[in-house]
């Protein structure tokens, strides 16, 4: 003879009932609800990233075509390649905060859509028969999608200033004497200061359910 050791809370509350469907159980129409919003959000946020990486893409690739290609002093045109440059980077580092914009309201909503279904599993409790898990919530980080807008402009404005510092003679030669080793032992030195400061942050993963 089998015994089921299972306690009772490892029962449904509607599995006697020979009358349940899904649209019966407030707790399974309150997840599918919460599932459809967050399913919603995270599509926007697809398609935002989506045209973002498209749109920088694009951008960066006018950027360095207009500041590389062939220079003709007696051309009209020679005189507005700066102001092409600043245009370009402009309208890049616009479309960075615009889409940071959108990213941060998408995870807000996706934050209150977590915290209002795990309030109302507090106060009504939950139910077996209702998947366990909403979603797992990360909390932002630095490696996060959400912080890529803000890493694309602060490379712009990098971009921009290099490009103007290269323009003149003197900084250009101090560039050139820079060289290799230097561009490394830079890099190292950002990579660090990066880690370190992963290293401090707390990546806390917030379930709905312990």
Known sequence: MTVDTRDEEDYSRYWNSRTFNEFSSPHIVAWKLARSAIEHENSLVNHRMTWFLLSQAFLFSAFVGVFIGPKDPASEFEPLRPYLLIAVGLFAAYVCLVTN?????????????TTNYNSLIDQYGDDPIVPRALHYWIKPTLIHQQKLPVATLLLWIALLATCGAYSSSALRAIFSNFGIKGALILLATVVLITLGFLLGSHFSRHPHRP
């Open 101 to 113: 914009d959108g990213l941060q309201r998408a995870f807000v909503a996706l934050e209150g859509i």
